[in-house]
């Protein structure tokens, strides 16, 4: 099992990912300063592939694919992110589905 250096935010937010021929709604599985994982469904994505996540709480973020497995992706961004950022994305999803976890994996 893969160590994790940073601990992920585990959200499950609906968002809307695109490439430059696609656009689909996805969900944002967890999140950390560093990336994130999606699952995907039937959106086309392949490993070096660049898209923009879109949450309602953002504006739109870079990043690209570096893993796929049954149906989820794991995505990295262009630029880490702040710790802020993940909080005000964690108290978004705690507003929007009363979810409020932030999950340190080792």
């Known amino acids: ?13 609906e968002a809307k990912c695109s490439t430059v021929i696609q656009t689909c709604e996805i969900d944002v599985v967890n999140i950390s300063i560093r990336g994130y994982c999606i699952r ?37 961004f262009e630029r880490a992110m702040y710790e ?3 909080d005000h994305i964690c108290r978004y ?3 929007v589905k009363g979810d409020d976890m932030w999950q340190f994996a080792a």
């Open 93 to 95: 999803n705690r507003d």
């Open 1 to 13: 099992m893969e160590k994790r250096i940073e601990g992920r935010a585990v959200v499950g937010i």
């Open 84 to 86: 802020p950022s993940i």
């Open 40 to 76: 995907h469904g039937r959106m086309s994505l392949h490993v070096g592939q660049k898209i923009v996540l879109r949450i309602d709480c953002l504006e739109g973020l870079g990043g690209e694919v570096v893993w796929l497995r049954d149906g989820y992706a794991g995505i990295l």
